[in-house]
């Protein structure tokens, strides 16, 4: 699991950690994870280089503003400075942070404005502008500088995030785009919500001595990877699981479709599909794999597509009543007894989740990870909150996210996918949190591995792909870096 915090709950884990330790010098220790990552950027490959002749030779911009983001980048170009680089620093947002600025000086770095280093040569530019202070977007000048920087590929070290970001969240107004990112205590939620994760380029975690109590977790690919059941020699269609899907209507056939293509493209041992008859024909004509006839399952799949239907609550009760996981989605979200059995996961959108619990869409949306927990607490069954951040909350109350993918997913249809996934993850024996974490990060991957328009159906026939890559044996680690490369 990877860390990620607010802008705000970083700013409470700093005033504790000065409350613990009056007096300590938290920028330097900042500064000089900056520094590093720099030297390590400057030499690339090529460490047999690192003479003093060679290291005068090599020209660092620090692009900086008026706040501690930019008194990071200063004490980092003084630090640099010190030890032979060639700096300048360029001031983007007028006046500087004063005792960064005189150390800096003090140290012996340039300075530039930023339409002169649109014509200097850089081997490295640190961007120091803004970071978790910082409001959406930036100004013309800085923007001018980033085009004129990727124009020459001159490599971009972001400090703590690349300024235009908001730390809190994966939108994009106008930013900074980075090569590497080095921010300090936990992540922001910016370097894994899409698509400003796609500007933060490859995120290193400082860790300046600050603890985040309070700082959630997200499911990371090697989370992905170690969750996704994979079959052995003494594996069969049974051990790996039967997934029984229960959807879709006459009126909607094709969410049924989309859910037995969901439970197949990830791996279901069998998929008897019992919907109606509608459903079953197109199954067949899709998958001829898939069997429809009655039997028994390790899971159930129920509720997308079914509409309005006066025989839900019986539905749903029959599938229940099996004893055996259930993926509640969809119309049978709308006809839930006081209580789930605790095994079973329910997939809602935001709109489903604030119906379940009697509230408006907006107040789900202006809390989404509190109303997951309440959704969970009231049923008592897990709860995996479909959307941009994609919450999964059980009902002892712990609470994770997914690993987040581009919205291409969001399109009708894709929850119906998502929930045959979840399905064959539950007959396989995950539990229904890892079966929500898992499944949504599939899908989340399938689409950041193939982004674009794909409907529903054509990213499911992309998942046996991603999962053979996803579960190819190699070291720890690696499984990361190809999915970030
Ligand atoms: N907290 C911690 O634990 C630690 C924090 N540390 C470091 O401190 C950083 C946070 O520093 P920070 O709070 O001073 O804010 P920062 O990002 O420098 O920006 C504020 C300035 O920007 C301006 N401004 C804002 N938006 C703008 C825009 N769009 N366009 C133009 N201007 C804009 C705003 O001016 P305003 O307009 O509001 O007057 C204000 O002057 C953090 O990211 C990390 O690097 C580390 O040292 C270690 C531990
Ligand atoms: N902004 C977004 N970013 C990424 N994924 C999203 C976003 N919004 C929705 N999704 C994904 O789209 C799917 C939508 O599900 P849902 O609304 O239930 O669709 P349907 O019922 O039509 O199948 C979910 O799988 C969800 O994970």
């Not at 921010?183 to 500007?199: E, G, M, N, V, Y």
């Not at 791996?267 to 998958?287: E, I, K, N």
């Not at 909150?385 to 997914?402: E, H, M, N, R, Y």
Request: aromatic share 4%; proline share 6%; with cysteine.
């Amino acid at each position: 699991m990877t860390t990620v915090c607010t802008a705000e709950q970083m700013r409470t884990a700093e005033r504790a950690f000065f409350d613990a330790h009056p007096g300590a010098d938290l920028m330097a220790v900042a500064a000089h994870a900056v520094a590093t990552t720099a030297v390590t950027m400057l030499l690339g490959d090529e460490p047999l280089e690192e003479s003093a002749e060679w290291i005068a030779q090599q020209r660092v911009l620090v692009m900086a503003g008026r706040g501690n983001n930019g008194a990071d980048g200063l004490f980092a170009a003084a630090e640099l400075c010190r030890d032979g680089w060639v700096v300048d620093v360029c001031p983007v947002l007028g006046s500087l942070h004063e005792a960064g600025a005189g150390a800096a000086q003090e140290a012996g770095c340039g300075e530039v404005s930023p339409v002169d280093a649109l014509d200097r040569h850089y081997d490295l530019a640190i961007d120091a502008v803004l970071g978790i202070g910082g409001r959406p977007s930036i100004p013309d000048s800085l923007a001018r500088l980033d085009e004129a920087l990727a124009g020459a590929d001159t490599p971009v070290l972001a400090v703590d995030l690349p300024s235009g970001l908001s730390a809190d969240s994966g939108e994009v107004v106008r930013c900074v785009h980075a090569r590497t990112t080095v921010t300090f205590a936990s992540r922001k939620w910016c370097h894994l919500a899409r698509p400003a994760a796609a500007c933060c380029g490859r995120v290193i975690l400082a860790d300046i001595g600050v603890a985040v109590p309070d700082a959630d977790q997200v499911a990371s690919v090697t989370d992905l990877a170690d969750l996704w059941p994979v079959p052995g020699p003494a594996s069969d269609k049974y051990s790996r699981g039967v997934v029984g899907c229960d959807t879709g209507s006459s009126q909607y056939p094709g969410a049924g479709v989309l859910g037995v293509l969901g439970a197949l493209r990830s791996g279901a041992g069998m998929v008897r599909c019992v919907g109606p008859d509608a459903v079953r024909q197109h199954v067949m004509d899709r998958t001829p794999s898939v069997v429809c006839a009655a039997g028994r399952v390790q899971a159930w799949v129920v509720g997308s597509g079914w509409g309005d239907d006066a025989g839900n609550a019986a539905r749903l009760d029959r599938r229940l009543a099996d004893g055996v996981p259930v993926v509640v989605d969809a119309d049978a979200l709308a006809v839930l007894p006081r209580r789930i059995p605790e095994g079973c996961l329910l997939t809602p959108h935001a709109g489903e989740l604030a119906r379940m619990l009697g509230i408006d869409r907006a107040e789900v949306e202006a809390d989404r990870r509190g109303s997951c927990l309440a959704g969970a607490r009231m049923f008592g069954a897990t709860v995996l909150l479909k959307g941009s951040i994609q919450w999964v909350a059980t009902p002892d109350q712990q609470i994770s996210a997914a690993l987040p993918g581009p919205a291409w997913t969001a399109q009708a249809g894709s929850g119906d996918t998502l929930a045959g996934v979840c399905g064959t993850l539950l007959a396989a024996g995950l539990s229904a949190r890892d079966a929500g974490l898992a499944g949504a990060g599939l899908q989340a991957l399938a689409a950041i591995l193939s982004p674009g328009p794909w409907s529903p159906d054509q990213l499911a026939d992309r998942f046996p792909e991603v999962i053979g890559r996803l579960v190819a044996p190699g070291p720890v680690g690696a499984v990361e870096r190809e999915f970030s490369a």
